[in-house]
């Protein structure tokens, strides 16, 4: 059974940075693509990254580019986005997914796996 968990979520101020991370397991996370999804309270869930397997290729939303950048620990199995100079309209759930293909995409519905979620905060 894939599990993906995420951490890394809270409280930050605006400007702040955090780092989320995505622990996999039952899945070599190197092999797919894998993407960062949020969701805002009474918004629908929206694509933030993606990396395609073997790192080939990363793909921003443009709200977030220049800010935010992801990366994954083949060692670990575990994948990560790094978040600077957040703003208040990055408030969301943050989701991981993975996609059983190599290429990645920005579009939640083509995702196979998902975790439960890690909660980002940004106060003004």
């Known amino acids: 059974q894939v599990q993906l968990v995420e951490s890394g979520g809270g409280l930050v101020q605006v400007g702040g940075s955090l780092r989320l991370s995505c622990a996999a397991s039952?899945?070599?996370?190197?092999?797919?693509?894998i993407g960062w999804f949020r969701q805002a309270p009474w918004k629908e869930r929206e694509a933030v990254s993606c990396?395609?397997?073997?790192?080939?290729?990363?793909y921003y939303a443009d709200s977030v580019k220049g800010r935010f950048t992801i990366s994954r620990d083949n060692a670990t199995n575990t994948l990560y986005l790094q978040m600077n100079s957040l703003k208040p309209g990055d408030t969301a759930n943050y989701y991981c997914?993975?996609?059983?293909?190599?290429?990645?995409?920005?579009?939640?519905?083509?995702?196979?796996?998902w975790g439960k979620g890690t909660q980002v905060t940004v106060s003004s």
């Open positions: 997914a993975a996609r059983l293909y190599r290429l990645c995409i920005l579009a939640d519905t083509v995702y196979d796996y």
């Open positions: 990396i395609s397997a073997s790192d080939v290729s990363t």
């Open positions: 039952e899945v070599t996370l190197e092999n797919y693509a």
